[in-house]
């Protein structure tokens, strides 16, 4: 594995994250103990350094479980931790992004990952109540206490992250280095607003959900003679909004892709996304060391530019207005005249 620098900052990061929501048996999904042990071995023994939770996955046993795999050698990791959703369902003040949420939240994850600091705690969804200057100056007081390294945000609209990025330089507070969001090949909408943010702003981008719940394995593409692909879709339950037409006509083509690169689908999918600009970097899991080796096996893969246009073209989305109205021939006619053509653009990130 190799590694990256992490937004305008100076942390160097393996170039997959390891996600631990699957970490602790709470949530009748996940893992037991000895199994997110081998898993965390599996992924150390890769390369990786860089390791994702937050305080409420799996009730809070993926941080006890992290706190015991790191504790031999806690700096060697890049450790990150959310906060924003409710700990405690009956409290008003038990969720969200308020200074006394984050502050108690903070606390509770050192607590429980035994350790004094977090190398990045991250904003984990917008609320849409908390005044921004109370987020921006409650993260920037943990910072400079030392129980914080860096701060990230997590599933915030665009306009939200630029605003708080422009008043932290403005007032000499720490910025956001990283952003997090569900991107993937069945899933490219953030391609409209975040991911052009992110890289105007130098944020390194961490994509969850990269297989979009399992519908980038090709399980639920039937292969089976006789079963049609609406039958291979029944029973499926938490990911009802990722699979339709669109998405199984995208993994239909990754199945193919993935036969001539004689890989699993999975392995192409997280492939296509480190071919991504901007340096994505997919947060990988699993269940299981098998899946997070199968996963882990993407490193080895290498698409075509063949392969890269045609999972392009069946996963593309419209990027809409104004984007679509901007780059039309007849506005860009109407802003440089005659020159449009002979005008080379800002070498940055096009999307």
Known sequence: MRYKILGNSGLRVSELCLGTMTFGEDWQFGADADTSRD????????????IDTADVYTMGSSERLLGEFISH?????VLSSKYSLSTRHDDPNGGGNSRKHMVRALEASLKRLKTDYLDIFWLHAWDGLTPLEEVMRGLDDLVRSGKVAYIGVSDTPAW???????MAELR?????IGLQ?????AARTPERELLPMADALNLGVLAWAPLAGGVLTGKYVATEEGVSASDSLRGVRMNGHRVGEHQMAIARMLVTVARECDAAPAQVALA???H????????????TCDQLKQNLGCLAITLSDDQLERLDRVSA??????????SSQPLQRALFGYCDDLIDPPDRVRY
């Open 276 to 287: 991504r600009p901007g340096h994505v970097i997919p947060i990988v899991a699993g269940r």
């Open 272 to 274: 296509w996304l480190r």
């Open 317 to 326: 989305v419209s990027l809409g207005f104004p984007h679509d109205f901007l």
């Open 181 to 185: 969001a569900e991107y993937n090949l």
């Open 172 to 176: 000499g507070w720490s910025a956001f």
């Open 160 to 166: 939200i992250v630029s605003r708080a990025n422009m």
């Open 73 to 77: 050698d806690r700096d060697f990791f």
């Open 39 to 50: 898993m965390m071995r599996v992924f150390c023994e890769a390369g990786g350094n860089f």
